[in-house]
C-alpha cells in the first residue's frame, strides 16, 4: 500500500494538502519547507518544479517559480536535494510540474528518479488521457507512483469518470476553471463538490484552487476528503526568513 494510501486509509477526511515551490524562498529551502510542514500538522505536500511558462499558475506561485529558476532550480538539482528526503519524512510527496522540462530529463529517467528518492506521485496537468495511456502509464506504474488526474466543473460526468480510473492516490477536483490562487465566490463551488460525492469515485478527493482560510478549507471538507492550499501558503512564506515560524502560524490559522 502507498504512502498516500495509507494516509486515506489513516484519515479519509479534513486531510491537508500543502503547495510549496521547490527552490523558493531560498535555492536550499526545499528541505526546510517540507519539514515545516510536516512539523506542523500538513498532511500531504504537494512540491511544484517550477517551470517557465506554467498553464494553470496564478501570480503567486508564477513568481515564486520565476524566483527559484533565478535560485539555480533544476530538476538534477531538486533530486539531489531529496536524495535524504525519507530519513527525516514521512509524509507523502508529490511531484507537481509540466510534461516538457520532465521530457527533457527524460520521463524514464525522470520517474525513477522520483522512484529512488521516496516522491511518492506525479501531478503533471497537461499530459492529454490519450498520451497518458499510450506513452506513460506503464512507466509510472513500473516505478510504483500514483499519478493524479484533475478535473473541474466544467468536466463532463464520463470524463471524470475514466480520469477517477486513471488516477491512484487522489482525484485532484479544481474549484473552478481559473489560475490558482484567484478570488472566487467559494460557495459557488458547492454544487460541483456535491456532484463529485454522490457519484462514488473510485479515489478520494481533494479540492484546489482558492483554499485559502479556514472557512474554505472547512467548505471544501464538507464534500470532499480534504483540499490543497498553494497561493496562500507561498504568500505566507514571502518576505521573512523564518520558514518554521511563518509555517507554523499560517498553519495554525488554518487548522485551528
Do not use: H
Not at 535555492?27 to 504537494?46: F, H, P, R, W, Y
Not at 489560475?179 to 478527493?205: C, H, R
Request: charged share 25%; glycine share 8%; proline share 4%.
Amino acid at each position: 500500500m502507498s504512502r498516500i494510501d495509507q494516509l486515506f486509509k489513516k484519515k479519509s477526511n479534513r486531510i491537508l494538502n500543502v503547495y510549496c515551490t521547490a527552490g523558493y524562498p531560498e535555492l536550499n529551502s526545499t528541505l526546510e519547507v517540507i519539514k515545516a510542514l510536516q512539523n506542523n500538522g500538513t498532511d500531504l505536500i504537494e512540491l511544484g518544479m517550477p517551470y517557465s511558462d506554467p498553464l494553470a499558475d496564478g501570480p503567486v506561485i508564477q513568481a515564486s517559480s520565476t524566483k527559484a529558476l533565478q535560485n539555480g532550480m533544476t530538476i538534477s538539482k531538486l533530486f539531489e536535494q531529496l536524495k535524504d528526503l525519507r530519513k527525516e519524512i514521512q509524509l507523502p510527496v508529490v511531484l507537481m510540474g509540466y510534461l516538457n522540462p520532465l521530457l527533457q530529463f527524460g520521463f524514464e529517467k525522470f520517474c525513477s528518479k522520483a522512484a529512488e528518492v521516496g516522491l511518492d506521485g506525479l501531478i503533471i496537468p497537461d499530459v492529454p488521457i490519450y498520451e497518458y495511456e499510450n506513452e506513460y502509464s506503464e512507466i509510472v506504474k513500473k516505478y510504483g507512483l500514483d499519478f493524479i488526474f484533475l478535473v473541474t466543473p466544467e468536466t463532463s460526468e464520463e470524463r471524470i469518470k475514466r480520469l477517477d480510473s486513471l488516477s491512484s492516490g487522489f482525484l485532484y477536483a479544481v474549484s473552478s476553471s481559473s489560475i490558482t490562487g484567484s478570488d472566487k465566490d467559494f460557495s459557488a463551488v458547492e454544487n460541483y463538490l456535491q456532484k463529485l460525492k454522490k457519484m462514488n469515485l473510485k479515489n478520494p478527493v481533494l479540492v484546489g484552487f482558492g483554499i485559502k482560510d479556514r472557512a474554505t478549507f472547512a467548505t471544501a471538507c464538507k464534500y470532499a476528503n480534504g483540499a490543497i492550499i498553494g497561493s496562500a501558503y507561498i504568500r505566507a512564506l514571502d518576505g521573512g526568513n523564518d520558514v518554521e515560524q511563518k509555517t507554523r502560524e499560517f498553519l495554525e490559522a488554518i487548522l485551528e
